[in-house]
């Protein structure tokens, strides 16, 4: 799931006459986010990374995560990752005898959080 948070500066000046910090507000931060599926054999997120490995810095996009009702009416919540860009791309072990299904997955990072 989505994740930010903002780091606290603790500030103190010399001349203050009480020994505790301030504690001032600082950069916000955003998580990585890890999207996996099943392979289904479509290359456009292995498209997406291989355009930024390749230095395109137009590749970052507006990534919309969408959490469905029950009854599949509508979204309950979605989140938007704003200026998103792959920063890894994996595949699941390949055994042939296993009965598992083979898993893509593809590490976001963003820049902005937001709801609606």
Known sequence: MPAAS???????????KVSEARKLMGRP?????VLRRGVTGRLD???WWNEVRNGDVGARRTVQISL?????TGPVMTWKLLRAWPTRIAYGLLLGLG????VESLTLTYERLELE
């Not at 903002?6 to 203050?16: H, I, N």
């Open 6 to 16: 903002v780091t606290v500066v603790e500030y103190r000046e010399g001349a203050d």
């Open 29 to 33: 931060h955003s998580d990585d986010v």
């Open 45 to 47: 997120l292995y498209q």
């Open 68 to 72: 469905l009702a029950e009854d599949h």
């Open 99 to 102: 009965e598992e299904v083979v």
